[in-house]
């Protein structure tokens, strides 16, 4: 049995699941093995730091897969913005097939992703704003709840009302984003009415995903409420892994200090050094509140397809139990 879903026949993939752009975890390493499974991986374009060397990425991971793979673009607020237009030539000449975007003000990189053919899948926290990506031509939406690892937006609902309140306004399909990291989510997701499920914090404890073993293990240790929300004083709030750094974050936040004062400890260079070093509390890091849900560091293979059947084995045994004749 399998499960067929808008998502799995618009995106060529085998299963309903796609893993979400990471900076500094998306990389070819990562995102082969998620298609190799039958996934749909993202490379992230900002993880590279010219978009010569996102053209070299792309080529890394199609000489590890054969299957269909995406690129993130996410689109940051910011004084020095990367060349975004060059990234999504890169992109575009590369030949990808689809984008996942993410951020702020999306629509010249649909114009162009889709004047050349590219499908695109909107990531955003907000019904709204689903809703007016879909106006701008979007192929598909994944709408992330409050769990999710990274930026949740500031309204702070949840999947389990996000998802249906999404599903009832949209057309296109949705990949339900936050909180996902096992076969009872998937189901959840489905039955919620989405088409699939995006994962970013479970696919980095697996033993592809590019970090030291040292946050793989402590995904495994931490509870479902080791997360913190920082920046939300700036109105721009993070999930993040609760460590020395997010303390001291939020105690300067109480303070009402600004974020000249804390950007110091939140440097992407800074975090991107721990992943590697292994320090965990070296910089912030990206989690979400399913790692609450993590207990052991399989290979993506093994994750996807224990998801999957579990999923499967909800629907038809547990589900369907349920259901009797009145
Ligand atoms: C380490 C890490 C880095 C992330 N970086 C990005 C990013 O650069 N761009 C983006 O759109 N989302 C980013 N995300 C968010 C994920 O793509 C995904 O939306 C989110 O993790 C889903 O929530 P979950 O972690 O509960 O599965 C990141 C997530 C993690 C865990």
Not at 218 to 231: G, H, K, L, Y
Not at 249 to 268: C, D, M, N, W
Not at 308 to 326: K, P
Request: charged share 25%; proline share 5%.
């Amino acid at each position: 049995m399998m499960l067929k879903t808008r998502f799995t026949e618009m995106f060529g993939v085998e299963h309903p699941i796609a893993q979400g752009g990471m900076q500094w975890v998306g990389t070819a390493e990562l995102v082969s093995a998620v298609a190799n499974a039958g996934a749909l991986g993202f490379l992230t374009a900002l993880t590279q730091p010219t978009p010569e060397a996102l053209a070299k990425e792309i080529a890394r991971t199609r000489e590890m897969t054969d299957k269909p793979f995406g690129v993130n673009l996410t689109i940051l607020p910011s004084i020095n913005p990367p060349p975004y237009a060059e990234y999504r030539r890169a992109i575009i000449e590369s030949g990808v097939g689809v984008v996942e975007t993410a951020g702020y003000k999306p629509q010249e990189h649909i114009d162009d992703l889709k004047a050349h053919g590219v499908k695109i899948i909107h990531k955003c926290t907000a019904v709204r704003h689903a809703l007016s990506a879909e106006r701008m031509g979007v192929d598909a939406i994944s709408i992330d709840g409050f769990e999710c690892a990274g930026h949740p937006g500031e309204d702070d609902v949840p999947g389990l009302v996000l998802i249906p309140a999404a599903a009832d306004r949209l057309t296109v399909p949705i990949l339900a984003s936050g909180g996902f990291g096992d076969g009872r989510g998937l189901a959840a997701a489905l039955a919620l009415g989405a088409d699939g499920i995006n994962m970013g914090t479970r696919f980095c404890a697996t033993v592809e995903a590019p970090i030291h073993e040292a946050f793989k293990q402590a995904m495994v240790a931490n509870d479902e409420r080791a997360t913190d929300i920082i920046f939300r004083t700036y109105r721009n709030s993070a999930r993040v892994a609760r460590n020395a750094i997010s303390q001291e974050v939020l105690r300067l936040e109480s303070e009402g200090r600004p974020f000249e004062e804390v950007a110091h400890l939140v440097k992407g260079a800074r975090g991107r050094e721990g992943l590697i070093s292994g320090d965990l509390d070296h910089g912030v890091w990206t989690a979400g509140t399913v790692q609450g849900l993590i207990h052991d560091v399989p290979t993506v293979k093994e994750l996807v397809e224990r998801i999957v059947a579990d999923a499967e084995a909800v629907i038809r045994q547990r589900l369907s139990r349920m259901s009797v004749a009145a």
